[in-house]
Structure formats: structure tokens, C-alpha cells
């Protein structure tokens, strides 16, 4: 948890600050101006951030006044003595409050290495654990570099996968597509829109580059800020207290008590004819430079189903291609259920079926040879892009553990429940580790809790359990807790209760929307409590809906309890709170009407 | 709970059923080829609705068979002999198993009555409660009578408020004005769309209108089929067990052993010259004949602003008048902040003033006075539209209670804990009770548990607590819980905590929509379990946001878990897993960044 304000500087209020009861929840609150102990880990980090940039807030969260820059950002001084001004004028940056903040000296807390931690990996764990080990009083560096795209040699800046190449532009570019969608429901609610629109792929690639380029140069501000050394170099280890980093500018012995490594993963290439030279992957399709046209997607995780969920919103023709099963690791009827609602909006999916070979002919399209697992059948077609997204590879093999000495599992880290590696002194957080869910916000939690309990006293450790996510196909599906599945190979079928039902959103009927296969299930205890095990839901605004139940599913929701909270109505959200029919009964849970 | 799937037949399965072990929770489940004791009230419930459409549903939920007509609907055979065909073709109902269904006799259960219950009032609460009651084995007639409107005289069919004139409609108009709003977006993320877009409106509300005619429509067809007695006319008591139901054809009197009052509220109009003659409602809204325009909206509640947000959206040019404070009974600071978002968007709100008359010009527009009730200053101005939403009267008038010994205060009901009013037989729910909240979810869920204590022998109460809603601003608000105002009148200053924040959706930034208002706070006990007593969020999409905390809150949500429960990104919900500073720190609420 973000200690201080990462604003960049704000006055030391008088008020002392008490820590929550539980030491760990790491939160800032003052007492009013009653003086009380403040733990040794709190005080040390607030002085650590003397913040100078007068923002006072009265309490009611307003803020000092209408026009200040907070949300809208404000213009910074040009040459206001911080280095270049940011590449480009950007609307919701505090600039003033960036530039008014001269680099500061590091200063070492003693102790015979360069510093107390080197974090290796500049993505979402390793910034969230770098930030959180100086404010708990830690010297730090961070080690980052992006190794260019065999294929095309694309690069990013600082901030790792999700900001350069995951998250942040796949919701841009599926946000994107809904939009092209919510143009032609817009002339449904009667507006004289003109349905005949086309994307414009540059324009978008740019919009959504601009955005990530404000953010790299952000997350540079705030590292520096946060006196954060970044070292943009490729860090192998010599032992265990010693890392050679490769720069543009040479290489670079430094030694560190502690090491974090956070190296994340990259897409897979498949070990075939043509696959590294023609095909590309998610870490090109964001910044490619030409339109994808018609596409082949291999590989039917939550990346392919997503990358080829907008390219057919966005007017292009994707085609997915399925070794095995859709979606593995999920609840698979909701997997299927999401396959289904793609192949109705005009996607096809070659099913058990595996490429063999990839060429480029003559005109630059690319012919691709494939073969059906099943029957053996070989077949060809031509597309004008193929994109792999056959699952990501841990990047070990840079980083000379051996030398350390630190254990690796199929290119993943093996780490306990305190995210250490066989190795003392260092441990690994994020995309790396072996086992673990691959998310953001589990990267950047477990990172903060990992800094603190290295530095801040803190034995909260990362619960891996019951972690929602979302798959952002144009149909979204969000899920917390068990599958249908796992609930049953832990619980047993008799003792799992199955509520479930399809429904009808509202604002789908103008526009005549398929409903089809707007559909959600909980996974429950059959008897006792009913505790619910899992939640799923397949419909618009999944993440949103799901976000919620996920913090009901840890404060221990049962079924009486959601089926006894009041709806919020009209909403897709209260269709759970509608849940009546179990699949038990074998009774239809299609809506009685289009409108119940 | 609708315990049989309220499909129009189906096959009654061999299974029996067992209750959940709480016998209140209503839901039914079958144990596979076991027979076990079922509780009189399901089997008799079961009984009575022998259906005889067969819709197997394999244990998976997928269809019988992909082309089943369950979502999409099939065509019902013309004249089918289940009366007139519906008013026109709509694609999501399943028209087969509608006219497959004979009407079938009324048979009572004896006793000296006409009718077990009356339910008076074809709304939400009134059809929730009749159809439950008829699940229970009673013999049910409901009564349902719409006034015309003053003004306009707008009339509507069954389903009462939220369907006609309420939820439905309003959230269609909404969503209508988001979808003009996307256009522009779409432009933003590279679509070739003309953003001088307009909306025909007549088109709009021809969509909605005909939306609510086949909601009017299954809703009947359903009552039919469960065997509730339809009786369109106005009911008045003329002793707790009579009723003289003023029909078109005529009067008729009705006796039960118990009725319920449901007969919601219509909107207030001020006791000012031309009030009634010129100026329209929420009622007449929805299907006004022509394009609002310049329109003056008469009330802040959530009523007034929504109307006001969505005419803004649609092009037009509201006003708010605001006589004294925004959203009264809402987090006055969150309601300050959905004001201030839109002016933002240009609605001007005109503060402590309250309207004198309003009269008719020779060019058809409506001239209005109003004053200043802090300067008594007085002016005026002329619009389109004059829309009054200065709150809702319960329609008590006709009813004629003194008869039935029924007493009323400021034009509602008391009721106590189990919805009975001062006499014995006569209940009430929905918006008629008093001191209870208007929403639609809470009169259909107090319905069905009311009918479930008179005939199902469950005991199970309606909990009005922590109820959580939605108002559907062009930014939306939603809450759940206690206002801090009421946590600190409840608990004291000194005991909550308050944790806040702005934030920044990821799909504004390319748009650069203003993300200036944009917030979200948790207010907690201070010390402690840290208990969440209220959340409140202003976003988008922020009832499919708060419906999930809602159940979480009622699961006994405390701080730690919630930020501890990993959040989905890139979501607006996920900014809840980031709460971090609070308002007693002073620390600026505001993301470090545009983008962190």
C-alpha cells in the first residue's frame, strides 16, 4: 500500500500517524494532534518522503479549489530545470509538481554493498516492490531492459508487459472495438449516426502509444522521485550478492544484499518452419505498423481469445486456432460458452489443430500449413498476419542462476509462501514465479508485501487464493474463486450446489443484442453455510461486476447472503443476486421472458 | 424466489426436491433418484405448477440444442388461441410456449372469501408478492389502475412504475445518451465517425415504448398463466375484508381473507399557478410527443438529475432547480460531486430557488417565474419543458382506508417488521410504506418474502438495511451503506475512518474525458475489525461496481480484506483494492499520476 502520497512533494502535516491495528495494512492515518508512538517503519518512511508541494485537501475531499490542476493536470513550466519536458503534452499530469522536484543524492544506509536491494525487472512486481523497499527505508536499484522482437524488434520503455504490452493496450484496443459496436447501437437509440464506419488502425496505435509513452515517462518521474536508481541494463548474476549488467554504455559490477527477481515472461514461439521470421506476437500487435487484415490467431488462452476478439470488432477477420481446449485452467462451460459467443459474432475456431509451417509468398501474405491433431488432415490457408499467443516463457535463462545457484522449474522460479527462492538472499515476485496466477494486481501486491516484510517488519504474506480476473472478449467473462470443476475434484459432486442462470440485459433489447449467451453460475457448498466456492459471469462489464463479489467471496459470502442482497436495479450485477434455479433441478434457467 | 421456473411448463421432474437447510431460502433443489420427506409448501407449490412444455437442460447448462429457442426467441403460430397476438414481433420471447398454454379455471380453497389475498397494485411489490403467494398455493387476484396523467394524460398497462414510467425507461434513455457520448469516443480512438450527430427523438422513445409494451404484455400472459386473477380497475376498501373495484365495465365488489396494499406513488406537483396545466413529469416523459428542448427540471433528487443528465446527453438543454439541497438522504459531499459533474457538462443548477408559476405564451413556450428563497430575488425565463421532480405521493386517496381502519402518515403506511399495517388482515409493501426505500428490487424481494411468511410458512423478514443504489447520472453514483454524515451522527467523528480517492479510468485517457470527479471513498470503524459501514462511488458503470461490495458489505467486509482482495485491471471497480489514504491524514487524494 502506497504509504505516502506518491504525489511528488506535500507538506509534512503536524499530525502524527498511527499504523491500522494490524501493523502490516501499511496505512497512514493521523490521530488529529494527539502525539503518539509512531512504529519506527512508519515515521522512517514519511521522513524519507519530505514533501515539499503545498496540496492541502479539506476533509471533505474536495478539493483547496475547483481549478486546481489535481485531475485535469496543469501545463509544467517549460524548462523548469528537470530534464527534457515529457515527449508530449499530456492533459492529466500534475506537471508543476513533477518539475518543482530536484534529483536527490542517494545516500547509503552502510552495509558492504552498492545496496541493500537490486530488483531485477522494471514490470508491475518490481516497480511495486522497488517503490514500497525505499519508503520502508531500503537503498534500491532496479535493473530493466526489453530485448527487441525477433520478428520485428519491438521495444518499450520502462513499467514492464501490462503497460507496454498487456493490459493497458489490450483494454484500449477492446475498448476501441465496443466502441465501433456502440456506434451501430447508437443509431438503434435513434441517433442519425452513419453505420458504415471503418477504423483507422494508425490512428489507434498511435492513441494508444501516446498513452503508454506518458506512462513510461511517468514511471520514470517516480522512480526517480522515489530515489529508486534505474539502471537500464541486462543483469546476469555472477554469485549470489553480485550482478553483471550489460548497458548501452558497457557493463557494470553491483553487489547487493538482497535480490528481487522480477523478470516477468514473453510470448512463445512455436518450434516450426517460419514461426520466429513471419509470425508476430501480443508484444507487436500494439505498435504494428500496418493492419492486421486477416489474421490467425494460435492459441486460445485468455491473449488470443482477446487479441482476436478485437480484431473482428475493428473490422478485420481473425480466425483462432485451438490445439486442445479453450481457455485452459478456467471453468470450461464458461469457456465454451465464451467460444460460442465469438463464433456468433462471425469468429472461427479450427479445433484441434496445430500449425506446421508458416511462408511468405511472394505477394507478402503468409501462407500457413497446418494439420488437424485428430484426423491428421493437413490443410493451408493465407492470412496477412499470424499471431502467436501460444503461452509466455519465464526469462530465466539471461539471468545466470546458476551462478546464484537459484533453482528453476520449466523457465519459472520455484518460490515459497514467502516468495524466496531455495536461495537466502534472494527471492522472485511476479510472471516469474512458478505456479502462480500471472496478473497485475497480484504482481503488485505481492511485490508491496514482499518489501515489507524484507523492510518494514510486516509478516503479511500473498494470498494467491480466490483471486478474480477477467477475459476481455467482446463478451466479457469474469470469475472468482473455484471452476464447477475444481470445486468438484476438492468437494465431490454431491456436495457442490450449482446455481446458475441465463439472462437479459436491458439496454440489449433496443438494439436487439444477442443474449444468447449472457450467462452466470455460482459454485457453492450444497449443504451447511453454502459457502460460495466460485462465482462466474459472462456479460458486459465483467471485470466491474466481478471486482465486488470478489471482496464478498473473501469476507466468507454464502447463498443465503446473495440471494438475500437487494439488487441494484437495472443492472447485470443483480442478476446474481437473482440466483434461484440449481442445475441440480434440471430446470430451464432461461429468463421466463425476455423482460423478467 | 421463483420457485418454479417460471417458464410457462415444464415437465415436473422425478427428482425431489429439498430445501436448503434454511426453509426460508425458497430454492429448490432436487436429490437425484433419492425420495425424501419434501416440505408440505414445495410439494404443494410444485404441484400446482404441473407444467407440461418439456425443456430438458442437460446438468451443464449448455442448451438442449444450439438452435433452441431460449434466448433469441422463437415465432409464436399466429392465433394460437391464447387471445390476440402480441402487440408486435419481438425477437426474445419464447412465443410457442406462451400460446401452447389453455387458461385454465380458478379453483378455491374454500373459506367464505372470494379470494385468499387481494393484492391491490400491479407494480413490482404487488406482482412479486401476488405471484409468490399463488407458488404458495393461495388464491390470489391483483388489482391494478392507472390514473391518467393531469397534464398530458398518459396512461400505461401492468408492471406499475418501474417498468412504465421508471427504471426501465429511464435507464434506456441513459443508455441512450452514453451511446451519443461513445460516438464521440469512438472518433477519439480512430473510427471515421461524423460526430455532428443528433437523436430523433420519436424514434428513441417509439424504441422504449415498444420495449415496455412487450414487457406489459409477458407480464400479463405470465400472470395469466400462474393463475393470478387480473383485475384492471380501482380498488377502495369498504371494510378490512371488502372491496369495491370501480371497473371500466362497471363496479364489483371483492372479499379476502388479506390484502395487500401496493399501490406505489405517482410524482407531486407544486401548488402553483399553471403547475398542472403546463408542466409534465417523469410519467409523461417517456413518451412525450415531441422534442423536450429547453427544459426546466424542477427537483435535485435523483429523479430530476437523472432526467437532466440524459436530456443534456440527448442534445437538449436542462436546468436544475434546486430549491434547497442535491440528493437529499445521499453522502451530501458525493452528491455535491455528481452536481459538480454536471455543470461540468453544462447543466446549470439553479441554487435556492423555487418556481411561482408558470404560464403559457402565444408562441406555445412556457414562461416561468421563480425566486431566489435566500434573496427573494425574483426572475424568469422561458422554456420547452417544464419537468417536475419534487418527489413522489403515496397514492393513499382513493383507497379509502378510514373504512378498512387503515392508518396512514404524510401520505404512506406504516407498517412494522412484517409489513402489516394497524389492522390485522391488511399489509402493505413497495413504495407505499413508509420511512423505506423507493427502489424496485426491495418492493419485489419484500413482496416475495411477505408472500412467503403468509402461505409458505417461512419467517424469514425483509432486511432494509445496507441497501445499495444507483443513480444513473451521465457519471453515475452508486452506494451501499451508511453516508459518512450518518456514520459520524451514528458512531461518533472520532470512531470512523474514512479512506478516499480520485482515480483515473483507463479508457478516458484517449477520449480525455475529464476524470475530475471520478472518486470513490469506504467509510469504516476506526478502530478495531475496521467493519466497511459504506461505500460510495461515482464512475461509470457504477451499479454493476457497487452490487458485488453489496454483498460483501452484508458478509461483514472489513478494510483489511478489502485491500487485500487483488483487484481486476484494468478495472474502475479495482480502485476500491487501492484504498489507502485517508481523510484524517490530509494527504492528497489524488493519483500520483495520470496513469498510476
Same mark, same amino acid.
Given at each position: 500500500?502506497?504509504?505516502?502520497?506518491?504525489?511528488?512533494?506535500?507538506? #509534512?502535516?503536524?499530525? /502524527?500517524?498511527?499504523?491500522?491495528?494490524?501493523?502490516?495494512?501499511?496505512?497512514?492515518?493521523?490521530?488529529?494532534?494527539?502525539?503518539?508512538?509512531?512504529?519506527?517503519?512508519?515515521?522512517?518512511?514519511?521522513?524519507?518522503?519530505?514533501?515539499?508541494?503545498?496540496?492541502?485537501?479539506?476533509?471533505?475531499?474536495?478539493?483547496?479549489?475547483?481549478?486546481?490542476?489535481?485531475?485535469?493536470?496543469?501545463?509544467?513550466?517549460?524548462?523548469?530545470?528537470?530534464?527534457?519536458?515529457?515527449? #508530449?503534452?499530456?492533459?492529466? /499530469?500534475?506537471? =508543476?509538481?513533477?518539475?518543482?522536484?530536484?534529483?536527490?543524492?542517494?545516500?547509503?544506509?552502510?552495509?558492504?554493498?552498492?545496496?541493500?536491494?537490486?530488483?531485477?525487472?522494471?514490470?508491475?512486481?518490481?516497480?511495486?516492490?522497488?517503490?514500497?523497499?525505499?519508503?520502508?527505508?531500503?537503498?534500491?536499484? /532496479?535493473? *530493466?531492459?526489453?530485448?527487441?522482437?525477433?520478428?520485428?524488434?519491438?521495444?518499450?520503455?520502462?513499467?514492464?508487459? /501490462?503497460?507496454?504490452?498487456?493490459?493497458?493496450?489490450?483494454?484500449?484496443?477492446?475498448?476501441?472495438?465496443?466502441?465501433?459496436?456502440?456506434?451501430?447501437?447508437?443509431?438503434?437509440?435513434?441517433?442519425?449516426?452513419?453505420?458504415?464506419?471503418?477504423?483507422?488502425?494508425?490512428?489507434?496505435?498511435?492513441?494508444?502509444?501516446?498513452?503508454?509513452?506518458?506512462?513510461?515517462?511517468?514511471?520514470?518521474?517516480?522512480?526517480?522521485?522515489?530515489?529508486?536508481?534505474?539502471?537500464?541494463?541486462?543483469?546476469? #548474476?555472477? *554469485?549470489?550478492?553480485?550482478?553483471?549488467?550489460?548497458?548501452?554504455?558497457?557493463?557494470?559490477?553491483? $553487489?547487493?544484499?538482497?535480490?528481487?527477481?522480477?523478470?516477468?515472461?514473453?510470448?512463445?514461439?512455436?518450434?516450426?518452419?517460419? &514461426?520466429?521470421?513471419?509470425?508476430?506476437?501480443?508484444?507487436?500487435?500494439?505498435?504494428?505498423?500496418?493492419?492486421?487484415?486477416?489474421?490467425?490467431?494460435?492459441?486460445?488462452? %485468455?491473449?488470443?481469445?482477446?487479441? &482476436?476478439?478485437?480484431?473482428?470488432?475493428?473490422? %478485420?477477420?481473425?480466425?483462432?486456432?485451438?490445439?486442445?481446449?479453450?481457455?485452459?485452467?478456467?471453468?470450461?462451460?464458461?469457456?465454451?460458452?465464451?467460444?460460442?459467443?465469438?463464433?456468433?459474432?462471425?469468429?472461427?475456431?479450427?479445433?484441434?489443430?496445430?500449425?506446421?509451417?508458416?511462408?511468405?509468398?511472394?505477394?507478402?501474405?503468409?501462407?500457413?500449413?497446418?494439420?488437424?491433431?485428430?484426423?491428421?488432415?493437413?490443410?493451408?490457408?493465407?492470412?496477412?498476419?499470424?499471431?502467436?499467443?501460444?503461452?509466455?516463457?519465464?526469462?530465466?535463462?539471461?539471468?545466470?542462476?546458476?551462478?546464484?545457484?537459484?533453482?528453476?522449474?520449466?523457465?519459472?522460479?520455484?518460490?515459497?509462501?514467502?516468495? &524466496?527462492?531455495?536461495? &537466502?538472499?534472494?527471492? =522472485?515476485?511476479? *510472471?516469474?514465479?512458478?505456479?502462480?496466477?500471472?496478473?497485475?494486481?497480484?504482481?503488485?501486491?505481492?511485490?508491496?508485501?514482499?518489501?515489507?516484510?524484507?523492510?518494514?517488519?510486516?509478516?503479511?504474506?500473498?494470498?494467491?487464493?480466490?483471486?478474480?480476473?477477467?477475459?476481455?472478449?467482446?463478451?466479457?467473462?469474469?470469475?472468482?474463486?473455484?471452476?464447477?470443476? *475444481?470445486?468438484?475434484?476438492?468437494?465431490?459432486?454431491?456436495?457442490?450446489?450449482?446455481?446458475?442462470? %441465463?439472462?437479459?440485459?436491458?439496454?440489449?433489447?433496443?438494439?436487439?443484442?444477442?443474449?444468447?449467451?449472457?450467462?452466470?453460475?455460482?459454485?457453492?457448498?450444497?449443504?451447511?453455510?453454502?459457502?460460495?466456492?466460485?462465482?462466474?459471469?459472462?456479460?458486459?462489464?465483467?471485470?466491474?461486476?466481478?471486482?465486488? #463479489? =470478489?471482496?464478498?467471496?473473501?469476507?466468507?459470502? $454464502?447463498?443465503?447472503?446473495?440471494?438475500?442482497?437487494?439488487?441494484?436495479?437495472?443492472?447485470?450485477?443483480?442478476?446474481?443476486?437473482?440466483?434461484?434455479?440449481?442445475?441440480?433441478?434440471?430446470?430451464?434457467?432461461?429468463?421466463?421472458?425476455?423482460?423478467?
Amino acid at each position: 500500500m502506497n504509504l505516502c502520497n506518491s504525489r511528488f512533494s506535500v507538506t #509534512f502535516v503536524r499530525q /502524527c500517524s498511527t499504523i491500522l491495528t494490524s501493523p502490516s495494512a501499511g496505512i497512514i492515518q493521523n490521530r488529529g494532534s494527539l502525539t503518539t508512538k509512531v512504529p519506527h517503519w512508519i515515521s522512517s518512511s514519511l521522513s524519507c518522503a519530505h514533501h515539499t508541494f503545498q496540496r492541502t485537501m479539506n476533509l471533505t475531499g474536495q478539493r483547496g479549489s475547483r481549478d486546481s490542476t489535481g485531475a485535469t493536470g496543469g501545463n509544467a513550466p517549460a524548462g523548469s530545470g528537470a530534464g527534457a519536458p515529457p515527449p #508530449f503534452q499530456h492533459p492529466h /499530469c500534475d506537471r =508543476a509538481a513533477m518539475y518543482a522536484q530536484p534529483v536527490r543524492k542517494m545516500s547509503t544506509k552502510g552495509g558492504s554493498y552498492d545496496y541493500d536491494l537490486i530488483v531485477i525487472g522494471g514490470g508491475s512486481a518490481g516497480l511495486a516492490c522497488a517503490k514500497e523497499a525505499v519508503l520502508n527505508g531500503a537503498r534500491v536499484a /532496479c535493473l *530493466d531492459f526489453v530485448k527487441p522482437t525477433p520478428t520485428l524488434g519491438t521495444k518499450w520503455g520502462v513499467g514492464g508487459t /501490462c503497460v507496454n504490452v498487456g493490459c493497458i493496450p489490450k483494454k484500449l484496443m477492446h475498448q476501441a472495438s465496443l466502441l465501433g459496436e456502440a456506434v451501430h447501437e447508437a443509431a438503434a437509440y435513434g441517433w442519425n449516426v452513419d453505420e458504415k464506419i471503418k477504423p483507422d488502425w494508425h490512428k489507434l496505435v498511435q492513441s494508444v502509444q501516446n498513452h503508454i509513452k506518458s506512462v513510461n515517462w511517468v514511471t520514470r518521474v517516480d522512480l526517480r522521485d522515489k530515489k529508486v536508481e534505474y539502471i537500464n541494463g541486462l543483469g546476469s #548474476f555472477v *554469485d549470489s550478492h553480485t550482478l553483471l549488467a550489460k548497458l548501452k554504455s558497457g557493463e557494470r559490477t553491483i $553487489t547487493a544484499q538482497t535480490f528481487v527477481i522480477a523478470v516477468g515472461g514473453r510470448p512463445r514461439y512455436p518450434d516450426i518452419p517460419g &514461426a520466429v521470421e513471419y509470425g508476430i506476437t501480443s508484444d507487436d500487435l500494439f505498435s504494428l505498423d500496418r493492419e492486421p487484415g486477416k489474421t490467425l490467431v494460435v492459441g486460445a488462452g %485468455y491473449i488470443g481469445l482477446e487479441c &482476436a476478439g478485437f480484431l473482428k470488432g475493428l473490422g %478485420y477477420e481473425p480466425t483462432v486456432m485451438v490445439r486442445s481446449i479453450v481457455l485452459r485452467g478456467f471453468d470450461q462451460q464458461m469457456a465454451e460458452l465464451v467460444a460460442a459467443s465469438m463464433e456468433e459474432r462471425g469468429i472461427p475456431f479450427l479445433r484441434k489443430t496445430v500449425p506446421l509451417s508458416v511462408e511468405k509468398q511472394d505477394d507478402g501474405k503468409l501462407l500457413v500449413k497446418y494439420k488437424n491433431v485428430e484426423t491428421g488432415e493437413e490443410a493451408e490457408d493465407v492470412y496477412d498476419t499470424v499471431l502467436w499467443a501460444i503461452g509466455r516463457k519465464g526469462l530465466v535463462d539471461d539471468l545466470n542462476l546458476p551462478n546464484a545457484g537459484v533453482t528453476v522449474q520449466k523457465d519459472k522460479i520455484p518460490v515459497d509462501s514467502q516468495e &524466496a527462492t531455495n536461495v &537466502a538472499n534472494i527471492y =522472485a515476485v511476479g *510472471d516469474i514465479i512458478y505456479g502462480k496466477p500471472e496478473l497485475t494486481p497480484v504482481a503488485v501486491l505481492a511485490g508491496r508485501l514482499l518489501a515489507r516484510r524484507l523492510y518494514g517488519g510486516s509478516t503479511q504474506r500473498m494470498d494467491y487464493k480466490d483471486v478474480a480476473t477477467t477475459v476481455f472478449t467482446p463478451l466479457e467473462y469474469a470469475c472468482v474463486g473455484l471452476s464447477e470443476e *475444481d470445486a468438484v475434484k476438492q468437494f465431490g459432486a454431491d456436495e457442490i450446489e450449482v446455481f446458475h442462470g %441465463y439472462y437479459k440485459p436491458t439496454e440489449f433489447f433496443i438494439p436487439q443484442k444477442s443474449v444468447r449467451y449472457c450467462y452466470l453460475k455460482a459454485v457453492a457448498e450444497r449443504h451447511g453455510d453454502q459457502r460460495v466456492y466460485g462465482l462466474h459471469y459472462i456479460g458486459p462489464v465483467a471485470g466491474e461486476v466481478i471486482q465486488g #463479489f =470478489a471482496a464478498a467471496l473473501k469476507s466468507g459470502l $454464502t447463498i443465503n447472503t446473495l440471494i438475500n442482497t437487494v439488487g441494484i436495479h437495472p443492472t447485470t450485477a443483480e442478476e446474481f443476486t437473482r440466483l434461484a434455479i440449481t442445475k441440480r433441478s434440471g430446470l430451464d434457467p432461461t429468463p421466463a421472458s425476455c423482460c423478467s
